[in-house]
Every structure is written in C-alpha cells, then in structure tokens.
C-alpha cells in the first residue's frame, strides 16, 4: 500500500470529531435565537399593552376634567338661576313615598327626586335634565349624576337608565341601595373638608355589564348644608376588546398630581410589576392622584407570545432536534473496521467496463479497428477487423483517408470494402475506422428490391383476381335473382333478395378494385341534394319496414339549391350507411341530417344518427381495412364488413372522410364530410309555389313537424298549428300524423309509405320524408279542393242540400244554425264549455231531425272533445261544422 493510500484514513479519521463540535456549536446558537426570540415577543407584548394603559389612562384623564367643568357649570349656572315661577306647568309623579319622578317631553334621561323638596327643586331638576339630555344626547353607555342639595337636603338623580320603571318594577331594591350609598358616600364627603375633590374605586353594575367609577365635587354655601355633585363616569367604551374590563382597577398613587398628560415614550408613565403569578401594568391618571391598574394572569402572556412566534418557534426547536440527533449520531458512531484500499475497488470497476466495452464492440455488425499510430499497436478491434487486419496497410489507409474527406473503398480477396476513418479527439494519435462490406449491403438492397416487386405483383394479381371473380359472379347472380323474382312465390322472394345481395356485394367488391387501382374515375355533375334523398328512401324504405324503425330526413339546404359533384358516389355511401344502421338498430329510429358547413360553404354533413345498441372499436377498425373485424348482425343476416372502408374511401375522392363515433346501448353517429362547390342561384325571387296558401299542421312529434314545417316554408306556404290558430282563422290544407284527427280532406302523414296514397274522399297518406311525394300530394288537394268549389253544389252532395229544402225547415235552419255556429265561436274563444256544450247538443238535435248524419257525426265528436277540455280539437271541429253548415246553405 502507497504512502497516499495509508494518509486517507487518517484525514477522515478527524472528520467526526468536527461535525460534533459542529453540530454542538449549532445546538448553541439555536438555543440562543430562541431565548432571544421569546424575550423579543415578551417585550413587545408588554410594550402593546403598556401603550394601550397609557391610551385608557389619558382618556381617562379627559374624562374627568371634562366632567369637572360640567360639575362647576351645574352648579355656578344651571342650579343657580331663577325662572320666577316657571315651575308652575312642571309635573311630577309620586312612585313611592319620598321618592318623586319628573315628568318631561324629552326622555333622553329621567330624574328622581329623594325626600321633601319644593318648587324650585324641581324646576332646578327640570333644568339639570335639560342640560344632561343635551350632553348625553349622543352617547350609548349609562350615565348617571347625583346632586345632593343643601337648601333642603334633598337628592337628585338624573340618568339615562329608564329610573320610573326601575324605580316601579323588579329593579326598586337596587336602585334604592345605589341611591342610599351615594347619599352617605356623599354626606361623608360634605363632613370632611371645603370643596374637596375625591374618587370611588372602580363598579360594576352587574345587570347591565357596565364599570365605572364616580367624580365626587362638595360645594360650601355659608348658612346651609355643603351641596354635592356625584357624576358616574363610565369606562366601557375606553377599554380595547382584547382587554377585559374585570381586569382593571383604580388605586390611589402615591405621588402627587400633575397637570400634563403623560407620554407613552416617559418611562415614569407606566409600571410594570411582577407579582408571582400575575403580572400588573400601571399608569397615573394626571390630575387626579389616580393609578390606572390592569392585572392579568402570568398564562395570558404566555400564550399570546405563544401564538405571536408559534411558527419560527416550531421550525426552531425542529432545526434543534435535527441538530441533536446528528450530534448524539456522529459522536456515538462506532469505530470503522479497516477497509479494503480504494484501488482494489477502482480496479475492479474498471475490469468491469473493460468487459463491457469488449461485449459491445464483439456484437457490431460492421468491422471496428481502433490503432495508436504513435506506439503502432491496435487498442480495440473485433473478429471482423482481425479477419482483415493482415491484409490492411493502416499508414497507406490513412494517408488516402485524409485525401478523400476520410472515407475510402477497398477490394480485399475480391470483395468490396468501405473504409471510414475518424481521428480520437482524446488522443490525438489515435485513429479509428469502420469497415463496411459494400457486396453484402448491396445483396440485401438487391433482395429488398426484389421483395417489393414480388409484393407489387402480387398487389396487381389479387386486383385482377378480383375484378375477373367479380366479372364471372355478377352476371350468373343477377340471371338467378331477375329468376327467382319472376316466379313470385314467398320463399322464391326470400331467396331473390338474397341473390340481390350477392349481386350488391359484388358490385361493391369491384367498386373497391376500381378505386385501389386508380381505374375508377369521378363523374361530376350539378344535381339538387333534396332529389337525391327522394331517391334514397324508397330504396332503404323496404328494410326499415321489415325491422318497424323510423326514419327522418332534417334536410336544412334550400329546396333548389344544387350542387356539383359526383352524384353516383353520394348516393351509394348513403345507401350503404343506411343499411349498416338498420343491421345495427333493432328499436327505435334513424335519423339524417344534412347541413352546410358555416366555415365553408363548398363543404357539406351528413349525419346518420341511430338508436341502436352501438358498435366497438374492433367493428370501428373496419374504415381503414374492409372485412378486418367480424360485424354486427340482426335476424336477417351480418352487416356489410365492407361499408366502411368502401364509403370511407369514396369520401376521400370526394375531398372529405367519414368519421365513426358510437357508444353502447345509446347508438351510433356517422358523420360524412364531403366537399362539393355550390351552383350560383338566380338572384331574382321566383314566385313559390305555394305562396299564399295556409296549412294546419296538426302533427304531435316535434321532428316529423320541423320536417313538414320546413318543407312547406321552402314552397312558400304559410305554416300554423292548433295551439297558435285563433278560432275565426282560416286554412287552405290540412296535415296531421293522427289518423283519428283526419276527419276531413286533408294529409296523413306517415313514415313507412312509399309514396303517395289515397285513403278516402280528399284524404291522402303520403311519406313526409319524401319531398316530391309530398309536394304531389299538397297539389292534388288543392287540385280537389278547387275542383270542389267551383261546383254549384255542395261538395258533400246535393242529397243532403235538397234533402234540406225538402223538409220545410230551410227557413228556421238559415235562421236558427248560423247564429248557433257563431256562439260556437264566442263560446269557445271565452273557454266557457258549460255553454258550448249545450249549443253543440242543440245543433245534434237539429241535424238528427233533419236526418244530416254528417253534421250529427260532426256535433258528437265535438260534444267529446268538450268533455275532454281539449281545446285545439274543439276549435278545429267547430271549425268543420261552420264549413258544413255554410256548404248546406
């Protein structure tokens, strides 16, 4: 072992002994920052409550000469003047014997009288409780004054308390007692010297919580009794809220008055005494030969310095047992038994990497040589730069590396090499180099190649596989199904739509061929969206009806707008969503939206939205490659795992996508974005054509009305319903989705009808998702409605009007039936059924006497409605019995 192995132990060796006497002088110095920090609180909490006393004892000082000059200005003004028989309309009350109570409008203070007095007592009383309501006109705390007269020794007391009904009430023994007191402290004063001055200790009155203490003035008057004047001088509203009031107290002091205020910064103003569990804070009340005394608790102090420096406190005595516990650790610490030499351990590590370095270098793929130039000797290589090694000429390498940017090719044994050669920034004679074998990397590019053209070929053979099946399976399918369709028998049919299937699925497998190839081009044209959904519905109409589901179309374009694109390529993506949400929705609805987006007018949404129970991401991952994942399926069969990603890539060719979000047992939203380019429209307004005609559109579902709603608006038409018409408001058409509300010509609105269909008399179902369907069935009503009217009959027949004339009543039915159908329209625009349902059962009758069942079956219907309180149906059937009546006449 060296001489500096053997020194390190012993430099460490006095280490422990440092970081004790360390820790040690840290112990100290915490111990000292906290004696001084608890001093520093201690005397600052003194310091502020010092300064508080001294507050309290110099307003305590104004206090009393304040109350002073109101004691002479009492006795020198207010008792001494003379009215001259004012007391004449001055009135008192007599609470008890010897005890009288001044009456007086102003009831700021009271006053009682003590003992036999005359007229001019009281109007001195009157007017000493003018002067107190005029001082103690402001103040919240109780005041009381005592003037002991000595013209007839009588007492007076004046204060702010309510004295008549303490005096009367449950309180009379107290203020009794207060009041003698006062007569003997007073009298006692009256005995001792001439216009003496004194002081009572602090009071408290105990059932108001109210502490003071009482100014005592003697007054001399030669050939009478001395007159004192006591003022009870609260200190209440003096006292800071952290200070209590049961702590204070006034001692005599034992020095002397003197006239100024004391200062907070005199240290002769206040003292400060320890008295073994309590500590006293005083200050003298100047002028008075009074000492202010506040005692409290040594614990209060404790706990307030306590609160003031808990935090530094708490970090403090941590930071000490921190300190602690190392000191105890370091000077407890065993002695260390010899170590092994640091080199041992050095030499070790250094095996280790060593090895580690040699495993690396042994695994490259490539050749890495690593020479010393200057001792000429080889530092690292691995097996394939020792196989070349004795081939290499490392001088002659070098010397061509540094000519050739450092890089070089070489033919060893009559194969190939790159040669990189870099200098060591570390050593500086150092080079190493990487060996390449340029005929291996080439033979693997070489069969790269070839794999990617094999793949390629395969790519092309499975298209024209495809397209050839395609080819050989569609014509034999479509000859089976236009076979199996001819002989028109239920399980022929069943097998029919089968084969429809297959032939479906096959045109989209070559659909799928044509786009992956790039055969497949676009056909764009100008085409009105609205008319491409007319083609939809019937299309998908027969598997929503197979499965009872309903569907809506929220179309929100414009009627005649078109656009410009591939129509064929729309209409086949819609067709295939429709179908896969009918597979995926055994109950409820089917909804599409198409609406234009706001940011980009070119651009345009469809939205299938289902109620089904949903799809997963596995089905989801069907749009980026067809048939990945097993699909959904319903009764009638497995969803098309093609749909997806055919539709998904046919809307890219469209310059958009589709974008699939679904959620279990809620349903599943397809979003298509496309971009096609709107046709410019005529700026001149065309006339609609169904301007100025007014519809009813009596519809329950909210959907199926903003469909109808819209579409009716988009030809022009007026749009009303029964909850908005007024009773005398008139209509052209009539649309409802409830069969029993159909009792006249109108619409019936459905969603399983492939077209238009007629059901009676002026009566037509027609599938309101369809727009041409129902703009071919709003015009043959008009068409029959106009036909109707211009005939001279009536439209109902001409049996029942010359059934009228015949039976004589033509006369009392214009007279009577008219008026009856007005009052219908008074009756029912005041909601007052009582009396419409008479009228209605008045009109009954007169249609049964006369045989008119119409107009009875009209009348009993409404009697129904009535009895319901339903007031839309009312309306609208006494609006039908006025159109019967008036076609009667």
């Given at each position: 072992m060296s001489q500096s192995d053997t020194m390190i132990p012993n430099k460490f060796s006095l280490m422990p002994g440092s970081i004790t006497r360390f820790f040690l002088l840290l112990i100290i110095v915490l111990l000292v920052t906290m004696g001084v920090m608890v001093q520093s609180a201690v005397n600052a909490w003194l310091k502020d409550k010092s300064y508080q006393v001294v507050d309290i004892s110099n307003a305590l000082h104004k206090r009393v000469d304040t109350w002073r000059y109101a004691t002479w200005q009492i006795y020198d003004n207010i008792a001494a003047t003379t009215s001259g028989g004012a007391a004449g309309g001055l009135q008192e009350t007599r609470l008890k014997q010897d005890v009288y109570y001044l009456e007086k409008p102003r009831r700021k203070t009271e006053a009682l009288i003590f003992g036999s007095h005359d007229s001019a007592t009281l109007e001195m009383t009157q007017r000493i409780s003018s002067y107190l309501d005029t001082l103690w006109g402001a103040e919240s705390v109780p005041w009381s004054m005592y003037y002991l007269n000595?013209?007839?020794?009588?007492?007076?007391?004046?204060?702010?308390?309510?004295?008549?009904?303490?005096?009367?009430?449950?309180?009379?023994?107290?203020?009794?007692?207060?009041?003698?007191?006062?007569?003997?402290e007073m009298l006692q004063q009256a005995n001792a010297l001439d216009e003496r001055e004194s002081f009572s200790p602090l009071r408290s009155l105990a059932w108001q919580n109210g502490h003071y203490f009482t100014l005592r003035t003697t007054f001399n008057q030669p050939g009478h009794l001395a007159t004192v004047v006591a003022f009870d001088l609260p200190i209440n509203d003096l006292i800071p809220p952290g200070m209590t009031l049961d702590s204070f107290r006034l001692d005599q002091s034992d020095t002397q008055p003197v006239g100024a205020s004391a200062e907070k910064s005199d240290p002769d103003s206040v003292r400060i005494h320890f008295n073994s569990s309590?500590?006293?804070?005083?200050?003298?009340?100047?002028?008075?030969?009074?000492?202010?005394?506040?005692?409290?608790?040594?614990?209060?102090?404790?706990?307030?310095?306590?609160?003031?420096?808990?935090?530094p406190l708490l970090l403090n005595i941590g930071l000490l047992a921190l300190a602690i516990f190392g000191y105890t650790t370091f000077r407890h610490q065993p002695v260390r038994q010899a170590e092994l030499p640091s080199t041992m351990a050095n030499n070790n590590e250094l095996h280790l990497l060593r090895a580690l370095n040699e495993e690396i270098v042994a695994l490259l793929p490539i050749g890495l040589l690593v020479h010393d130039q200057e001792a000429n000797r080889t530092i690292i290589s691995n097996k394939i730069a020792d196989h070349l090694l004795p081939h290499l000429n490392l001088q002659n390498i070098t010397s061509m590396a540094d000519q050739h940017q450092g890089v070089i090719q070489a033919t060893i044994n009559n194969e190939l090499y790159e040669i990189r050669q870099f200098r060591s920034q570390i050593l500086p004679r150092t080079q190493i180099f990487i060996i390449r074998d340029q005929d291996r990397e080439i033979l693997v590019n070489k069969k790269l190649k070839q794999a990617q053209r094999l793949y390629e070929k395969n790519q092309q053979g499975r298209a024209a596989f495809m397209h050839h099946i395609g080819d050989a399976l569609k014509l034999p399918v479509k000859q089976l199904a236009d076979g199996l369709s001819a002989l028109n028998t239920p399980q022929t049919q069943v097998m029919a739509q089968q084969a429809d299937t297959v032939v479906r699925l096959v045109d989209e497998i070559q659909l799928l061929n044509m786009l992956e190839d790039e055969s497949w081009k676009t056909s764009p044209s100008s085409f009105a969206i609205q008319d491409l959904i007319d083609e939809v519905v019937p299309e998908v109409l027969p598997v929503i009806k197979r499965k009872g589901l309903q569907l809506f179309i929220n179309n929100h374009l414009s009627r005649n707008e078109e656009r410009h694109g591939d129509r064929e390529a729309l209409r086949k993506i819609l067709l295939m969503l429709i179908q896969y949400s009918v597979t995926t929705t055994h109950i409820g609805k089917i909804t599409l939206e198409i609406s234009a987006d706001e940011s980009a007018s070119d651009r345009l949404t469809f939205r299938i939205l289902d109620t089904g129970d949903g799809i997963n991401n596995n089905e989801?991952?069907?749009?980026?490659?067809?048939?990945?994942?097993?699909?959904?399926?319903?009764?009638y069969g497995h969803a098309n795992g093609l749909t997806f990603y055919l539709c998904n890539q046919l809307a890219r060719r469209l310059g958009g996508h589709l974008n699939i979000k679904s959620r279990q047992e809620l349903g599943t939203r397809y979003s298509l974005h496309v971009k096609m380019n709107a046709e410019p429209q005529d700026e001149e307004q065309e006339e609609r054509l169904l301007d100025?005609?007014?519809?009813?559109?009596?519809?329950?579902?909210?959907?199926?009305?903003?469909?109808?709603?819209?579409?009716?608006?988009?030809?022009?038409?007026?749009?009303?319903?029964?909850?908005?018409?007024?009773?005398?408001?008139?209509?052209?058409?009539?649309?409802?989705?409830?069969?029993?509300?159909?009792?006249?010509?109108?619409l019936l609105l459905s969603d399983d009808e492939n077209g238009v269909r007629r059901i009676g008399p002026g009566q037509l179902r027609v599938n309101f998702n369809i727009s041409n369907a129902m703009q071919e069935a709003v015009l043959q009503l008009i068409e029959e409605q106009l036909a109707q009217e211009a005939l001279p009959e009536s439209p109902l027949g001409g049996d029942e009007n010359a059934q009228l004339h015949a039976s004589g009543y033509y006369a009392l039915f214009v007279d009577t039936v008219p008026d009856d159908v007005k009052r219908l329209y008074t009756e029912s625009a005041t909601s007052d059924f009582a009396a419409l349902a008479q009228t209605a059962h008045r009109l009954k009758g007169v249609f049964a006497m006369l045989n008119l069942v119409p107009g009875k079956q009209l009348c009993e219907t409404l009697e129904h409605h009535i009895r319901e309180n339903d007031a839309p149906s009312t309306e609208k059937y006494i609006s039908d019995i006025d159109a019967y009546v008036k076609s009667l006449l």
């Open positions: 000595g013209q007839d020794n009588s007492m007076i007391l004046v204060s702010t308390l309510p004295l008549k009904d303490l005096a009367s009430g449950f309180k009379e023994s107290t203020v009794s007692n207060i009041v003698d007191s006062r007569r003997a309590r500590i006293e804070i005083s200050s003298q009340v100047d002028s008075t030969g009074l000492r202010l005394v506040w005692e409290v608790p040594f614990g209060t102090l404790l706990m307030d310095t306590l609160q003031n420096v808990l935090l989801i991952d069907n749009l980026h490659f067809p048939f990945l994942n097993d699909t959904s399926e319903d009764r100025d005609v007014v519809a009813m559109v009596d519809v329950t579902s909210n959907e199926v009305r903003n469909i109808v709603i819209r579409q009716l608006e988009h030809w022009g038409a007026g749009c009303v319903t029964p909850d908005e018409r007024l009773s005398s408001q008139a209509y052209d058409i009539f649309l409802t989705d409830n069969p029993s509300n159909l009792t006249a010509s109108g």
